[in-house]
């Protein structure tokens, strides 16, 4: 099994500033990477795929970068409605896929 | 497209529940529908699929115990869970992969399953 790592757990960033969330793949993922955004009380919501390609909606803001093992999320301008956690999830091999224990976003 | 579970409850250990999922906006006959649980511990997990084509598949967790089957009539999937334990204790979610690579694009409320006695 692909074990996902995220790093840091919590983050905390004030408004208007930049966050930037990791995650790595225990063995090589390509780009086969997703981000999500849960709100408490919410599902997860889709926010970027590919590695880098924003899902439908999501604003510009939101960036993701990285392939093979090390991937990179940046929120370039927090915004109030972005603090929740994040989590990464690879899809190398359907159906299987698995998540990352996901980092929670916090106001500073 | 919108995903709405139910079915979720209190059951003990070695029994058994069926959670349902309509879908509306779409046709789950051509779609790929996972089932997807979340608890505070194991975080995210996938559960099981059922394809455009009807085949299915479970996580090796739940292999065995779990099915997963569809209503094309009603637009509704299922997910049969029997021989519970309480390390199923979890949020289900219905999830909707509309590529077929296993990118989760949208996804039910969940339904809270309690394995307990």
């Known amino acids: 099994e692909i074990v996902m790592t995220q790093s840091p757990a919590n983050l905390s960033v004030s408004p208007g500033e930049r966050a930037t969330l990791s995650c790595r793949a225990s063995q090589s993922v390509g780009s086969n990477l997703a981000w999500y955004q849960q709100k408490p009380g919410q599902a997860p919501r889709l926010l970027l795929y590919g590695a880098s390609t924003r899902a439908t909606g999501i604003p510009t803001r939101f960036s993701g970068s990285g392939s093979g093992t090390e991937f990179t999320l940046t929120i370039s301008s927090l915004q109030s409605e972005d603090f929740a956690v994040y989590f990464c999830q690879q899809y190398n091999k359907w159906p299987v896929s698995t998540f990352g224990q996901g980092t929670k976003l916090e106001t500073k | 497209v919108q995903l709405e579970e139910s079915g979720g409850g209190l059951v003990q250990p070695g029994g058994s529940l069926r959670l349902s999922c309509v879908a509306s906006g779409f046709p789950v006959a051509n779609s790929y529908i996972f089932w997807v649980r979340q608890t505070p511990g194991k975080g995210l997990e996938w559960v099981s699929v059922i394809s455009a084509a009807a085949t299915t598949t479970v996580a090796d967790s739940a292999e065995g115990r779990f099915t997963v089957s569809r209503d094309n009539s009603e637009n509704k999937v299922y997910l049969q869970m029997n021989s519970l334990r309480s390390e199923d204790t979890a949020v289900y979610y219905c999830?909707?992969?509309?590529?077929?690579?296993?990118?989760?694009?949208?996804w039910g409320h969940g339904t809270l399953v309690t394995v307990s006695s």
């Open positions: 999830v909707k992969d509309s590529s077929g690579w296993g990118i989760f694009d949208s």
